[in-house]
């Protein structure tokens, strides 16, 4: 089955730094999704990005898909930016979402 | 905006006992989803549907079961609940079939002991 690899695992800044999350995945998919885990266990829809470029506010994301990855951007941080950022890929004919182990982003004031 | 509800936040239970877990989507969407997330293994798919009454096996539907009797009504059950279904459980719904974004509920924490 499909893979999905993402980097870094762990992210410490300091608030007002940018940071690059990269997910990487072994075929070709249908649907790409970045999600951020609250620390209640809630998985809040940051992107739906199977392909091309989206903002919004500080946050981007750029899917390339010819080349399997997908990277996201997080301008001037904020401690509220803390959590477990996830990838997550469904490819062929089905809607089921394959996860990446997440990159888990601490920033301190 | 689209709201997944999920009928508990937390819950603990006993060895034995059989569990439901409800899951509410107000946005008339056709596809619900049953995922767990247990630290080191991620999310894992349980069971999904796309349509009522319709359900379809996922990673790992051992010592589960669904149910789908209204289109915005989704419930997993664990007809007896083990130690090792100690987890988080996300149930998630999408527009319809192919290439359509998930939207999450808040989950349920259950505990069995």
């Known amino acids: 089955g499909i893979q999905v690899e993402q980097s870094p695992p762990d992210l410490i800044l300091q608030e007002g730094a940018n940071s690059t999350l990269r997910c990487n995945f072994s075929?070709?998919?249908?649907?790409l999704q970045w999600f951020h885990q609250n620390p209640w266990g809630q998985l809040i829809n940051l992107f739906y990005?199977?392909?091309g470029t989206k903002q919004n506010g500080r946050l981007s994301a750029t899917t390339v898909a010819t080349e399997r990855y997908s990277l996201l951007y997080i301008s001037s941080s904020q401690t509220t930016d803390s959590g477990v950022y996830f990838c997550?890929?469904?490819?062929?004919?089905?809607?089921?979402?394959?996860f990446g182990t997440g990159t888990r982003l601490q920033v301190f004031p | 905006d689209v709201k997944v509800t999920q009928s508990s936040r937390y819950l603990v239970k006993r060895t034995g006992e059989k569990v439901f877990l409800e899951c509410v989507q107000d946005?008339?969407?056709?596809?619900m989803f049953w995922y767990r997330q247990d630290p080191g293994l991620g999310l894992r798919l349980i069971y999904f549907?796309?349509?009522?009454?319709?359900?379809e096996k996922g990673d790992i539907p051992e010592g589960y079961s669904v149910s789908r009797e209204k289109k915005e009504r989704f419930s997993l059950i664990l007809e007896s609940a083990s130690t090792n279904q100690t987890s988080m459980y996300l149930c998630?719904?999408?527009?319809?079939?192919?290439?359509?974004?998930?939207?999450f509920g808040p989950g349920t924490r259950l505990t069995v002991t």
């Open positions: 998630a719904s999408s527009l319809q079939r192919s290439d359509y974004e998930q939207y």
């Open positions: 075929d070709s998919v249908n649907n």
């Open positions: 946005m008339d969407h056709e596809n």
């Open positions: 990005i199977p392909s």
């Open positions: 549907s796309y349509d009522v009454k319709m359900k």
């Open positions: 997550a890929v469904a490819a062929g004919n089905t809607d089921k979402l394959i």
